[in-house]
Each structure stands twice: as C-alpha cells, then as structure tokens.
C-alpha cells in the first residue's frame, strides 16, 4: 500500500527550528502535488503548506509564512518543511499528504495519499 512516511518529529524549545521529511516511494513522485497540514488538540485540522510537482510553486498558511518553507527533491521522491522559529502554537501532529494531481492545493479533500503523522511539541 502507498502511504507517505514523515520523520523529523520532536520537543523543541520556542525559537528552535526542526525539519521534517516525507518520503513517497510507489507513487509517480515526482507528477504530484504534496501537502503539509497539521491537527492540535481540539482543534480541527489546518492546512499548512502545499507544492506543485516541480517546486516552482508553494503556498503557506498565514501563521507560518515567513518562519516555514516547504521543498522537495524528487528525484530522493521527498519532501521537506524546514521550521524556523517555532512557536508553542506549532505544536501539533504533522502530516504528509499527497494528491493525484500536478497543482499545489491548499485543500485537504485534494489529497489522496495520507502519511501516519509526526509530533511537533514546542516548549515554550
């Protein structure tokens, strides 16, 4: 079965950076489209960054531009978030997500393939 694995999970403290990956091995890489989206405590889940199949596009929630950015290599068929500044309201579990198409989108129900998630804690 497809599924995309996350790792790079961990305490950090507020002000940290972390990345995370998430490697997609058995689906056509590098003709789709990847999301990152994350799910609180009691709180719906939030999307938080998408890219197209080449890179060349991105879109980031407002509460992480500037402090986030998301990057793939497709030829390791991986993506990335880089988290700079992390802030106690990041903290969360993160997922993976990827979508049968080549356009970056911001909406979960886009995505098809869904990672098992990674924890993001940051300690204030």
């Known amino acids: 079965q497809v599924q995309p694995v996350e790792s790079g999970g961990g305490l950090v403290q507020a002000g940290g950076s972390l990345r995370l990956s998430c490697a997609a091995s058995g689906l056509p890489f590098s003709s789709y489209a990847m999301g990152w989206f994350r799910h609180a405590p009691g709180k719906e889940r939030d999307f938080v960054a998408t890219?197209?199949?080449?890179?060349?596009?991105?879109y980031y929630a407002d509460s992480v531009k500037g402090r986030f950015t998301m990057y793939r290599d497709n030829a390791r068929k991986t993506v990335y978030l880089q988290m700079n500044s992390l802030k106690p309201e990041d903290t969360a579990v993160y997922y993976c997500?990827?979508?049968?198409?080549?356009?970056?989108?911001?909406?979960?129900?886009?995505?098809?393939?869904w990672g098992q998630g990674t924890q993001v804690t940051v300690s204030s």
């Open positions: 890219i197209d199949y080449s890179g060349g596009t991105t």
């Open positions: 997500a990827a979508r049968q198409g080549s356009a970056a989108s911001t909406i979960g129900s886009d995505y098809y393939y």
